[in-house]
């Protein structure tokens, strides 16, 4: 929670403005998160995952930065565009492509593609000829605190035979990618992935097939409510992995970070709409929001990412409460198997800082699921 943003808040609320929740994020934290990626790892390309905030303003802030972007779709590709990046800049990193999407991205001028089988890699033949082309490897993501599925990547050793194909296809078999999974807070994370990635390099070079580039992915954690490590030392973690598994031939690499540059830069300002019981005797309360699972914070699915709540009663005694937006959805509660301890002095009209919401929450937001509009979001 920064100066700015506090500034921020009390000056819409001043306006009377504060009427419905709201995510303010701070560009200058987001700038200072790319200074450390690009510090961290100064050897890597930072390729921002688009998907994390799309903002217009933080994306041509990043571009003017020099970062590049990992897109996942058309539409993003040309949000990395408008904003001014040039498209050497941008990957089509989204392992399901529609063959006509790959056809536009083509004559966007985007020469990089992530694939996962054989016949992504013939779409991408046919529909943009000679580009590159990277295989995203399988990784099983322990220690991700928003593990992804078997969704994207192939067996390491399948990646062999689609970066083979892809070569006979006259496309340019250039790389491999992994995703350790997301709020990854286990530095060895890439120590494996990286071993797995240099083994595919070993059997690709057997076959003929001369690959320059590892993608590292995202996963670089942003700060709820335990802590994690800087970016810095996942920068020294990674190099070691790099130079242990490489040798004096470490490849081109790629960072695709996308909570770990945004999700400390957002604040989310709520308002307590409800507080009831369920009988009389009931101990734990339940704290009705004006924001729920509909209206951004879709993260707390499972009740996987906890974020930090504060309010002007921070200091007083705290009791568990159960934590629940504001539609007529009965998925729409946010933590209740671990109930969230809140001040007993909390009263109905009493605004919630819900931090460490820059990050997958404003696109996440429906449009209009209940009558409630999409996430009201500011960048400052
Ligand atoms: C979502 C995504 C990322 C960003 O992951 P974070 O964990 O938010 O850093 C990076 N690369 C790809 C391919 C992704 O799909």
Redo the contacts with the bound molecule.
């Keep these: 929670m920064t100066e700015r943003i506090q500034e921020f808040l009390r000056d819409r609320r001043n306006k009377g403005l504060d009427v419905e929740p709201c995510l303010v994020v701070d560009l200058e934290v987001v700038r200072d998160n790319y200074q450390s990626f690009a510090a961290s790892l100064p050897d890597s390309r930072v390729?921002y995952?688009v998907?994390?905030n799309p903002a217009p303003e933080l994306l041509a802030m990043l571009a003017s930065l020099g970062s590049c972007f990992?897109c996942?779709s058309v539409a993003e590709i040309q949000m990395a565009l408008a904003a001014g990046a040039t498209p050497d800049r941008i990957s089509f990193?989204?392992?399901i492509k529609k063959e006509r999407d790959i056809a536009r991205a083509f004559e966007l001028g985007i020469n990089l593609y992530?694939v996962d089988c054989a016949a992504e890699v013939e779409k991408v033949a046919r529909a943009a000829p000679g580009a590159k082309v990277f295989c995203?490897i399988l990784y099983d993501c322990v220690g991700?605190e928003?593990p992804?599925s078997r969704k994207?990547g192939c067996e390491p050793a399948m990646a062999v035979d689609v970066l083979d194909l892809a070569k006979r296809l006259g496309l340019e078999a250039y790389g491999i990618?992994f995703?350790v999974?997301?709020?990854?807070r286990k530095l060895k994370s890439w120590d494996r992935a990286l071993e797995m990635a240099a083994a595919v390099f070993r059997d690709c070079a057997e076959r003929g097939i001369n690959l320059s580039m590892v993608?590292m992915?995202?996963?670089?954690?942003t700060k709820y409510l335990k802590e994690v490590p800087a970016v810095v030392q996942y920068g020294r973690s990674i190099f070691r992995a790099l130079r242990k598994h490489f040798g004096n031939q470490i490849p081109e690499t790629i960072i695709?970070?996308?909570?770990?540059?945004v999700?400390n830069a957002g604040v989310i300002e709520a308002e307590v709409v409800l507080i009831s019981k369920k009988s009389e005797a009931d101990d734990v309360r339940w704290v009705y929001l004006d924001i729920g699972k509909f209206g951004g914070l879709a993260e707390t699915m499972d009740e996987a990412i906890r974020y930090p709540i504060r309010s002007r009663h921070d200091g007083a005694e705290m009791r568990p409460c159960v934590l629940a937006g504001p539609t007529c959805d009965s998925a729409d509660v946010l933590y209740e198997k671990m109930p969230y301890p809140l001040p007993v002095t909390l009263e109905i009209g009493d605004k919630l800082l819900i931090e460490g919401t820059g990050?997958?929450t404003s696109t996440y937001s429906a449009v209009a699921f209940n009558g409630f509009p999409p996430l009201k979001t500011y960048h400052i």
């Design positions: 390729f995952a998907k994390a990992d996942a990193g989204n392992t992530a995203r991700a928003w992804l994207f990618s995703h999974g997301s709020q990854q993608n992915g995202g996963g670089f954690p695709e970070p996308g909570r770990g540059m999700g990050a997958y």
